[in-house]
């Protein structure tokens, strides 16, 4: 089965930073993309970043370019969101996800969903 298992989320200040992990098991690692989405209350859920493991590129939405960074740890079938300099609109949950293209972090339709961390930001 697919299990895509996120973590990382918490409470931080404005400015600070956070790391959201996304370990995924159950298919060709190299062989998928892997999205990181968020959603907040009240809003649609939306693409964040994505990365192909398999040649990683990588792709992010405007309002997170220069502050947040995706990787990759292949040997660990994770991928990392590193989020920095924090701002209180990023608070959401965030989700990890499957998918054969980053054009996903458009679509928001991958093939498989983790559950989500949340990620708080206080002003």
């Known amino acids: 089965d697919v299990q895509l298992q996120a973590s990382g989320g918490g409470l931080v200040q404005a400015g600070g930073s956070l790391r959201l992990s996304c370990a995924a098991s159950?298919?060709?690692?190299?062989?998928?993309?892997i999205g990181w989405f968020r959603q907040a209350p009240g809003k649609e859920r939306e693409g964040v970043s994505c990365?192909?493991?398999?040649?990683?590129?990588?792709y992010y939405e405007d309002s997170v370019k220069g502050r947040f960074t995706i990787s990759s740890d292949n040997a660990k079938n994770t991928v990392y969101l590193q989020m920095n300099s924090l701002k209180p609109e990023d608070t959401a949950v965030y989700y990890c996800?499957?998918?054969?293209?980053?054009?996903?972090?458009?679509?928001?339709?991958?093939?498989?969903w983790g559950q989500g961390t949340l990620v708080t930001v206080s002003s």
């Open positions: 996800a499957q998918a054969y293209t980053c054009t996903v972090i458009i679509t928001t339709t991958p093939i498989s």
């Open positions: 990365i192909s493991s398999s040649d990683g590129s990588t």
């Open positions: 159950g298919f060709s690692f190299n062989d998928y993309v």
